[in-house]
């Protein structure tokens, strides 16, 4: 006798996307995020003027019609440099955070995986790094190494590849147990294929969710270095530059740095907003899929 | 249904398990040892179901996880279609898992659920490379499906999107995808929805006919148990302690054990429960940790004598048949 | 002499996402003092709900009774204010949960915990209550109660734990216990021995129970009178011994023949229930039974069947007679 009773059920269209844009708070740090993105992608046709040419009539002038913004202590049209700042400030961003989780993933899988002796290495690691000063950190290193977009990349993710690491071992010691883990190793899959197949997209959740608030903390990183001189250097137009600028002729001209410093607070909440989105999202419980009955 | 030679596909002989016990958080205390399966002996004929019965804690997850390799022996040898596996090299033990498949109890667990139901069926196909052509892959996931009593336009469904019983079908078409000789079914049924056990149950009788597996079937539930096995061992912390055909071990249960969880299990007929002998037993299972001397069972048992208190009882037949007890009084 | 309780048209639902959950939906029952109810039917049938609702313990949002009424001892429960009710609850009526190992508080010593509700109801002086603790426990038979009376929670075993909700749930002398899957969670031994003691105390005290679990045996060892659910209905309704020699509603009849027995032919193949429990959320039109139902006519997919006798206090909510 067969069996085929078992019928298709209704699927469930409680998609992910569809939580997010429910979400008010998620749906505002995606509007904020994917201005910022446009606003790097196309700044050579959304910026007034050129970022660098100083027009040495107007300097250090309040908003005007040329000047939407006004302009800088060397003449530049201050709202071209802000867009283009997104630029430098999205790219050292979004690269220091992917570069941090991809090491701190790796390393929290091998640890939380392997256990034992690889364990106990790179946890006293991140335990090593979790007590150093960022911020001093930060400055020490990108003094040794040269200041630069490269070397500010680098800087940041060696410095914050711990809390990836810490966050995916202790999703990877909760996953590991789970029972398809343990029907994987009844198939007989090798060790490799269950970390990636069956651990590693199973624990990838709080990842993501973390990645999109990181990313607003290195704008944040990013901008400090910058403004105390370490970062990314002139000409280049960054936020934190201009902050630090404009900060000297506060008095004259307030939106020389009122404008970049709400823009790094705008990029850094967007990022915020929509981490909060994201958890609430790929958190299933928290999506009604779980019955209460 | 299932055929009874003298072939015996697994064998174990006195296989046990210690997982070490550690005390104190900061000192480590004395090691003592936890025998969670103490000294079993037993085999399985090819096509026969044997039943594993026990209440929780009783060693019988930890026996299916020993025959599987997913947990190593202490003591004693299992033998495998005549060779030994105790303690098998990578090479064979991947062998061995193209032969012997397992199915889960929970079957919301252990499913992962990034992956669709036809990935999951495939698996074990991937990892012992017998796809074959992308076609004929798909084919024998459809057909495999199919078997299995799912819908196969349902491969590219995630696990969330199934019911119990459809995640089960997926669990039980994952583990025969590899034409594996033996199953191990631990407690397949025990989460699923009363109505639905039995349309699980019926469809591991069926593939057991066709394909002519042999199981292991590991459960707590005693009416399930003597439904679908052929003989049946009653496990009580760690030990067996009585092996035999189904319609001896029903109708005449000889370990005190036995009888008490008989009389336990209620028959949904207030009639005939009425008539039923009672065989109550006090008392709460002991801990593993410290277990009690001699016969494991004599603190809850209302035959004990004298010599239960001293020496553990061994594993005897009785009678002329294959009828085996652990009991001084027997 | 009026009953005990009497549930008119009691209807829970749940407002979710994904639409309204008819978690229970108009059931009407009555039950006489000291007499054992068998509330039976699988996860997710409204059981569980239909018996949180009686204490107006449904969580809301998203769950909310929305119609019917409770009589317990000639009051509607469901018109009490807070104060009426927490002086039943625990009091008048005791509940007892499934899970032994959460429903005690891992904080508090065993004996703080089984004193409380006479401390709060009855106004007891500790020491009182304490003795009075001590004597429940003797009464579920917990050895040495005097000394395990200190102990916490994790010391206890799960059968333990569950004796000693049962104490709890006595201390008070209630007139009612409910007892949601009592034993579901233990082990077979310890299960019989657990409703045994149940059984054997509400009959000592006349105290009125209700069962709720999945299990058609215990139901047969253990209730006067049965009541079956089928997505958030009552399906059946019959005395125990009548329900089982003549069940009479299809989703009865099925559930007996695919559920395997120890007293069975050892040949017999099982016949299960085709499909699977219906969405709550999105109940076909008609009975909720009939896509599964071997006996379903036109009539049954168009108009839901009320529950109607069929014979002397068996009533079953079907337009078919199964013979």
Redesign the interface.
């Known amino acids: 006798?067969?069996?085929?009773?078992?019928?298709?059920?209704?699927?469930?269209h409680?998609g992910r996307v569809s939580t997010i844009l429910k979400h008010k708070i998620a749906f505002a740090g995606l509007v904020i995020i994917i201005a910022m993105l446009c606003m790097a992608v196309f700044a050579p046709y959304l910026a007034p003027h050129d970022p660098n040419d100083q027009d040495l009539y107007h300097v250090l002038e309040g908003p005007s019609r040329k000047h939407l913004l006004g302009t800088d202590d060397v003449g530049r049209d201050l709202l071209s440099r802000v867009i283009y700042g997104a630029r430098i400030s999205l790219f050292i961003g979004i690269v220091s955070t992917f570069l941090s989780a991809l090491l701190g993933s790796a390393f929290g899988l091998i640890s939380g995986y392997k256990g034992g002796l690889s364990d106990m290495v790179i946890m006293r690691i991140t335990d090593t790094f979790m007590c150093m000063p960022v911020m001093v950190m930060l400055l020490v290193i990108v003094a040794v190494m040269g200041p630069g977009v490269q070397n500010i990349i680098i800087a940041i993710s060696i410095l914050t590849w711990t809390t990836f690491a810490r966050l995916m071992r202790g999703q990877v010691l909760y996953v590991r147990e789970?029972?398809?883990v343990?029907?994987?190793?009844?198939?007989?899959?090798?060790e490799l294929?269950i970390m990636l197949?069956?651990i590693l997209?199973?624990a990838m959740a709080p990842i993501i969710v973390a990645v999109s608030i990181t990313l607003g903390r290195h704008i944040m990183l990013e901008s400090i270095a910058t403004f105390l001189g370490l970062g990314v250097q002139p000409p280049i137009p960054t936020w934190g530059k201009a902050l630090r600028v404009g900060y000297s002729y506060l008095e004259i001209v307030p939106l020389f740095s009122i404008a970049p410093g709400l823009m790094i607070t705008l990029a850094v909440l967007g990022f915020n907003f929509f981490g909060d989105g994201l958890r609430d999202a790929l958190d299933?419980r928290l999506r009604?899929?779980g019955?209460?009955? | 249904m299932s055929n009874k030679g003298e072939n015996i596909l697994i064998e174990l002989d006195g296989v046990s398990k210690f997982f070490p016990v550690r005390r104190g958080l900061i000192l480590k205390g004395k090691r003592r040892k936890l025998k969670a399966v103490d000294n079993v002996t037993f085999h399985i004929r090819k096509g026969e179901t044997l039943g594993l019965v026990g209440e929780s804690g009783c060693g019988k997850t930890t026996m299916g996880r020993l025959i599987?390799h997913?947990e190593e022996v202490t003591q004693g040898r299992i033998r495998f279609g005549g060779k030994d596996i105790t303690h098998p090299t990578k090479a064979q033990?991947?062998g061995?898992?193209?032969e012997m498949?397992?199915i889960?109890?929970?079957p919301f667990?252990?499913?992962?659920?990034?992956?669709t139901a036809g990935d999951i069926i495939g698996?074990?196909l991937r990892?012992?490379r017998m796809t074959g052509s992308r076609s004929e892959y798909r084919e024998r996931v459809e057909h495999l499906m199919?078997s299995v009593?799912?819908?196969p336009?349902?491969s590219d469904?995630y696990p969330?999107?199934?019911?119990g019983?459809?995640r089960q079908?997926i669990?039980i078409a994952?583990a025969i995808s590899v034409d594996p000789r033996f199953i191990v079914c631990d407690e397949p049924v025990s989460a699923l929805d009363v109505s639905i056990q039995a349309?699980i149950i019926?469809?591991l009788e069926?593939l057991q006919q066709e394909l002519g597996l042999t199981y292991l079937f590991i459960a707590h539930d005693l009416a399930v148990v003597r439904h679908i096995s052929d003989r049946i061992a009653v496990m009580y912390l760690g030990g067996i302690v009585e092996v035999a055909s189904r319609s001896d071990l029903y109708s005449h249960p000889k370990h005190p054990y036995t009888r008490a969880l008989l009389s336990a299990v209620p028959i949904p007929d207030p009639e005939a429960e009425v008539k039923r002998e009672s065989f109550e037993i006090k008392g709460e299972v002991p801990s593993l940790e410290n277990p009690p001397r001699g016969c494991k069972f004599h603190p809850r048992c209302p035959r004990a004598i004298p010599v239960c208190h001293k020496e553990a009882p061994l594993l005897r037949r009785q009678g002329g048949g294959d009828h085996w007890v652990a009991c001084h009084n027997a | 002499m009026a009953p005990l309780l009497s549930v008119n048209n009691l209807s829970t639902h749940?407002f979710?996402?994904?639409g309204v959950?008819k978690?229970v939906d108009q059931i009407s029952y009555e039950l006489n003092a000291g007499e054992t109810l068998g509330i039976v039917g699988e996860?997710?049938c409204?059981k569980?709900?239909s018996a949180l609702s009686l204490l107006r313990l449904i969580?809301n949002p998203?769950g909310k009774i929305v119609g019917g009424e409770i009589l317990f001892e000639g009051r509607d429960l469901l018109k009490a204010n807070k104060k009426e009710l927490s002086h039943i609850r625990g009091n008048r009526i005791a509940m007892i949960f499934q899970e032994p190992m959460t429903s005690l508080n891992p904080v508090h010593r065993i004996g703080c915990q089984v004193r409380e509700p006479l401390m709060v109801h009855q106004k007891m002086k500790k020491h009182r209550a304490t003795a009075e603790a001590i004597g429940a426990l003797k009464k579920v038979q917990i050895p040495d109660s005097e000394s395990r009376i200190d102990d916490f929670p994790h010391q206890f075993s799960g059968g333990m734990r569950q004796r000693a909700m049962i104490a709890m749930g006595l201390t008070c002398a209630p007139k009612l216990i409910i007892a949601d899957e009592p034993t579901t969670a233990l082990d077979v031994t310890i299960q019989a021995q657990l409703l045994s003691l149940m059984k054997q105390l509400t009959r000592e005290t006349g105290t009125a129970l209700i069962i709720i679990t999945h299990n058609l045996g215990i139901i047969a060892r253990y209730a006067d009178r049965v009541n079956v659910m089928y997505a958030g209905r009552i399906v059946e309704k019959a005395a125990a011994t009548d329900l089982y020699r003549h069940p009479k509603h299809p989703y009865t009849i099925g559930l007996m023949a695919s559920v395997p027995q120890l007293d069975q032919d050892i040949k017999s193949r099982l016949t299960?229930i085709?499909?699977?429990p219906p969405?709550?959320a999105?109940l076909p039109s008609g009975c909720a039974f009939a896509p599964r139902c071997r006996f379903a006519v036109e009539k049954c997919r168009m108009e839901a069947p009320r529950l109607r006798p069929v014979s002397g206090g068996h009533e079953i909510a079907c337009w078919v007679d199964v013979e």
């Open positions: 006798m067969r069996d085929n009773t078992a019928r298709p059920l209704k699927r469930k409680e789970l029972p398809f343990e029907a994987a190793h009844a198939a007989g899959a090798s294929r197949k069956d997209p199973n299933p009604g899929e019955k209460t009955l | 599987m997913l033990n991947r061995l898992k193209k498949q397992m889960f109890q929970d667990g252990s499913l992962n659920p990034r992956m698996q074990p990892i012992h199919e009593g799912l819908h336009a349902m469904r969330h999107e199934f019911s019983g459809q079908r669990g994952r349309q019926n469809l069926q | 749940f979710t996402g994904n959950v978690a996860s997710g409204g569980s709900v969580p998203p299960p085709e499909g699977q969405d709550l999105d």
